[in-house]
């Protein structure tokens, strides 16, 4: 049959040509996602240049408007400073 050192060769190899290929599609994946969202970027960043600006109530909490305003601004993908809160209202 084979030998040890054989065995444990190829399990070796398979082993880290497995992980290669795995490295390598991901890097494929996040590149053609990249490119996705670029184009899906492009109009959206037109839409969202220009927010009304209006300042919140002042009876809001000041970090609740913060954490609120952040997040918006991570999901819509603009700076912090573009986006602007008119009302917080609990449903």
Known sequence: MYSIPFVC????????LSLIT????ATLMSTIVRAMEKKADVPAATAAAAPAPVTAAPQQDPQLMAAITAAIAE???VSFSNVRITAIKKV
Request: glycine letters at 14%; proline letters at 0%; hydrophobic letters at 75%.
């Open 9 to 16: 060769a190829f399990g070796i190899i398979t082993v880290f």
């Open 75 to 77: 999901d819509l993908g």
């Open 22 to 25: 795995i490295v390598l599609l």
